[in-house]
């Protein structure tokens, strides 16, 4: 036990020691590794024809910021570019070589990325004096442009695929009728091989359209030239970096300047030239596509594969896409372009601009509609409910008049009975006289008269009684109220007799034209002048009368005011409520009747009793016409 003890703490040191070195020998590798990758990767850039000439600098550009956004380091940039290839193919590199040489004698950088065919060729020619085990990325150029067979281990290709013949086919499919292509194609060395390719490639279109190539004019020759096309012509812009007079044309100045001119629409095969609203468009290459897989071989490169390694197919051209604005320009229509096209630059509709503020107001006018809908629906059941209430109304009016007339039925017949019994009493008086010889003439046609009259009398009791149990329709006329309450009174006054109650009428001098039913408006005077004969027919009362009475004023007025004992004050709020009677054979509908009737025609109808005696007053009010 002893000795473990000794024993422990010394191999505890050594163990500890160990650990120690070992830890420090990873830090300072991590250290010497992290300011390895701290150390900034550099590439040097070298472009064919300059810094601004298209389509090479958007590639530059593109695969720059690429390899910055996909290498986790920092990374150093040096651009240099040949000086002669736009103009000959002189070898006059001699110095270009010495001054590259010098510059990187000390420190070549870890890649050198050519843009375009110029820059990959003279690299490739001068690859063993400046710059010997340096990787190597050929980009930005045709596979047709690149000697494969004299690549190094530490050379590799992005190249792209040019398909000439895809692009012109897409020119006679969207505008059938074209006749003359016009081609555009500058005079520089890599332009001058292109022009051999452009006319290979396009032979086999000869006998279907006329081909213009464009190679032997100045540029403002060809602006001349395309402005004046025949018709159904096209220009295909392939490049123009050195005119025939020697001018090189940078950036996309010239594209637009033709574009603008000519007098035939334009279209090209790589999507630097398109989206300005220049070219019409079609199958193209994409800059984005190339310029990524070029920055991805970079960025691998930069990690330490080989570059002779990575090999890449070229890319070819992209699905085609149409420019909306020079579709219309051009009067190209949806359905003329290829399968699977895109068509960019369209104006947004209304709709995708709009889309929640139509969704809102269409909800909005759907809500209302339906709101208003509703509404209507209500107004009509309305309607046909008031028309039911006022059938039925008409129908309850009509077996109220009935039920009248049964009351009345006693005094009528003693009404009817008297001239009835007054023409027997001529009858036998005229038949005396005639049996008299010589007749009195003169007798015998008063007696005539007086039967003609009471036989009118009886015709007109019935006539009335008919008319007041006729079942009528509801109609409004004109007529003068004073002449209702007139008929109206003389109508009831034998049922006044007949209770022994003196039934008086008092009209306004004037007629009280109104516009109402005329029979309804009867029944209204008939129910209100019953009821006041009823309460004024007590025997014990010390006056029996009944008063109707017309008024002038904003509205036709009729009062039946009676010498009765007045509405009790716990009956009276119910006296218009539907069957209810104080009577012994009440049905109790008369009054509610009333009110019905004369709020249908708009007026207003209420009672009092009588000030200062003993009665009831019923005032009905109706607008004049
Ligand atoms: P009915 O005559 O069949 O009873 P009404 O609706 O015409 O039905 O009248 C309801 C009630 O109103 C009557 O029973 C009565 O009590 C009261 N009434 C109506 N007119 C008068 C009046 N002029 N004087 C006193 N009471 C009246």
Avoid at 228 to 239: E, K, Q, T, V
Wanted: proline share 5%; hydrophobic share 45%; glycine share 4%.
């Amino acid at each position: 036990m002893h000795s473990w003890r000794t024993v422990l703490p010394l191999r505890s040191l050594v163990s500890l020691a160990v650990v120690a070195l070992l830890a420090t020998a990873i830090f300072l590798s991590t250290v010497t590794s992290s300011r390895a990758d701290a150390e900034p990767k550099r590439i040097m850039m070298l472009h064919s024809f300059g810094l601004r000439f298209k389509p090479w600098t958007d590639y530059a550009q593109f695969i720059r910021s690429e390899i910055s956004r996909r290498a986790q380091r920092p990374i150093e940039f040096d651009d240099q570019s040949l000086l002669n290839a736009r103009l000959t193919n002189d070898k006059t590199d001699g110095p270009f070589v010495d001054y590259l040489h010098a510059l990187y004698a000390q420190k070549p950088p870890d890649l050198i990325i050519a843009i375009g065919a110029p820059a990959a060729n003279f690299v490739q020619q001068y690859r063993e004096r400046i710059f010997p085990g340096t990787p190597m990325l050929f980009t930005a150029v045709e596979a047709r442009r690149v000697q494969y067979d004299q690549l190094t281990e530490d050379d590799t290709v992005v190249a792209a695929a040019h398909d000439f013949p895809a692009s012109f086919e897409t020119i006679l499919r969207v505008l059938p009728q074209t006749k003359t292509i016009a081609v555009v194609n500058g005079v520089s060395p890599n332009e001058t091989f292109w022009l051999g390719e452009l006319k290979r490639e396009t032979a086999p279109l000869a006998g279907r359209v006329e081909l213009k190539f464009y190679n032997d004019l100045s540029f403002e020759d060809i602006l001349r030239d395309a402005a004046n096309l025949p018709p159904h012509s096209a220009i295909f812009w392939h490049l123009m970096n050195v005119d025939a007079a020697g001018v090189a044309h940078e950036a996309n100045a010239a594209l637009g300047r033709l574009s603008a001119t000519a007098s035939a629409p334009v279209f090209s095969y790589i999507d630097n030239f398109f989206g300005d609203a220049t070219t019409v468009g079609g199958p193209m290459h994409s800059i984005e596509e190339l310029s990524t897989v070029a920055a991805t071989v970079a960025v691998r490169i930069l990690n330490g594969e080989k570059a002779g390694d990575i090999k890449t197919s070229p890319t070819r051209y992209e699905a085609p896409r149409f420019d909306w604005r020079q579709m219309q320009r051009w009067g190209i229509s949806e359905s003329d372009l290829p399968r699977g096209s895109t068509v960019l630059f369209k104006p947004p509709t209304m709709w995708a601009i709009y889309r929640s503020q139509i969704l809102t107001v269409s909800a909005v006018i759907v809500l209302q509609a339906a709101f208003i809908a509703l509404l209507l629906q209500e107004r009509r059941r309305r309607h046909s409910a008031e028309m039911d209430s006022r059938q039925r109304m008409v129908e309850l009016a009509h077996v109220n008049r009935f039920s009248t007339a049964g009351e009345m039925a006693a005094s009528l017949a003693h009404e009817i009975n008297q001239p009835l019994g007054a023409i027997l009493n001529n009858v036998e008086t005229a038949k005396i006289i005639l049996e008299t010889e010589p007749p009195d003439l003169n007798e015998l046609k008063e007696i005539v008269g007086d039967i003609d009259r009471d036989n009118r009398r009886a015709g007109e009791i019935i006539r009335h009684l008919r008319s007041y149990v006729m079942k009528a329709p509801f109609e409004k006329k004109d007529f003068d109220l004073n002449d209702l309450v007139s008929e109206t009174v003389n109508f009831l006054s034998p049922q006044a007799r007949a209770r022994q109650v003196a039934l008086r009428s008092k009209l306004t001098f004037s007629p009280l034209r109104i516009n109402a039913d005329r029979i309804q408006l009867q029944q209204v005077l008939s129910n209100l002048i019953l009821n006041a004969i009823d309460a004024a027919s007590d025997p014990t009362l010390a006056e029996r009368a009944v008063m109707v009475a017309t008024q002038d004023g904003e509205f036709a007025e009729v009062s039946v005011s009676d010498t009765g004992r007045g509405v009790p004050e716990e009956v009276a709020k119910s006296i218009f409520d539907p069957f209810f009677s104080t009577k012994k054979h009440g049905m109790g509908m008369g009054l509610s009747i009333v009110r019905t009737i004369v709020t249908t025609h708009g007026g207003q109808i209420d009672f009092e009793n009588r000030n200062g005696a003993t009665g009831t007053i019923f005032r009905l009010k109706l607008p004049l016409a």
